[in-house]
């Protein structure tokens, strides 16, 4: 097996400093280098959407780790500038005007959010993927501002809530009958809808942007129906694309991201990939390849390269019940397993109607994913439950001694 000197790590969010840790416990006391296109040493996303929005938060306050820490990490730290290409056959990662050599890289450049055609330059009009863009659109949440959400995905609702909690005027715009319908199907969305109309959220549903209002700044959108939204704030949340262009020639498959094995090894011996950029199987899921846009996610995948990089003689694959939660209003949603697809869909503990309950999502003969409002007890029972690949009639029998 070859020496591992040098180890570059692109990507500076949580991914890349959760593996820096994790390799520094594995070990490894050559060369880290940590690469990130933010001038911010790295901090948590989740709250961007969250606390950040609905109070005065100190963006110190995102910060993961404390400076000592770092310190103690003994990092090669390389902040705002982006890494601009990859060579695997010289085993180069060039930033700037620099060339880092590497004898492992990991790559967690994650995901950039995607934008509305002809927005650019049009002060008011958002995306929300990192602290700068908090800090632009908390300083539009004016009370009584009139604010525009495109999406009522996890990002949007959340943006709506926080939004609302500061005494604004906002409008969901959504393409789909109800809000994230294409993850947790009709009912459960109408009753993710609920949460927004009980706060005076406005839902414009089965409909689309046509075009945003205003030219220097923006005074608005017309709708695909024809009607209009008048807006001093757009926040566009329709969702993300892998941050993979840099990697054009490198010699790793891109395809939504990068193709990886169960390992989370991107066809090249040394480089692997994790979070939102990376399409691997995760073994509960089956051997399909798939991009996990999660917390949790990126979090046990930059356990597991650290391992596989400097171990790659016992590596493993990828295998966790995929989970994601959402803090919206003072309402909790959580979703474990897979949801997509289901073939029932049934309340399995609690009431729809008091907004605390357990949905499960049946396919097979099997439970596939469970969601729950407001019911986070009985919802991490399920989730362990889900670990074992469960039967529906376990998912029953789990029901009958919750109630």
Known sequence: METVDQIVVVGASLGGIRTCQNLRREGFEGTLTLIGSEKHL???????????????????????????????????????????????????????????????????????????PKTDGIAGVHVLRSLDDALAIRERLLPGASVVIVGAGFVGSEVAAAAAGRACEVTIVEAAKAPLIRGLGPAMGQACGDLHREHAVGLRLGVGIAS??????????????GSQLFADLVVVGIGAHPNTEWLKGSGLQLDDGIVCNGTMNAGVPGVYAIGDVARAPNAWLGPSPVRMEHWTAVTEQAMLVARNLLHPQDSRVYDSVPFVWSDQYNDRIQVAGDTSGAEHVE??????????????????????????????????????????????EDALSLAAELS
Do not use: C
């Open 347 to 392: 309340v399995l503990v609690g009431s729809v109607d008091e907004q605390a309950f357990v949905t499960g999502y049946r396919r097979d003969d099997a439970l596939a994913g469970v969601m729950a409002l407001n019911s986070m007890r009985p919802f991490v029972q399920y989730r362990r439950l889900l670990m074992g690949h469960p039967s529906w």
């Open 42 to 116: 790295p901090y948590d996303r989740p709250p961007l959407s969250k606390t950040m929005l609905s109070t005065d938060q100190d963006p110190g306050e995102l910060q993961l780790l404390p400076e000592d820490t770092f310190n103690d990490l003994d990092l090669n730290l390389l902040l705002g500038e982006p890494a601009t290409s990859l060579d695997t056959d010289g085993r180069v990662v060039t930033v700037g005007g620099d060339q880092i050599r590497y004898d492992g890289l990991i790559i967690s450049t994650g995901a950039a959010a995607r934008k509305l």
């Open 212 to 225: 945003v209002l205003g030219s220097d700044e923006v005074e608005g959108v017309q709708l695909t129906d």
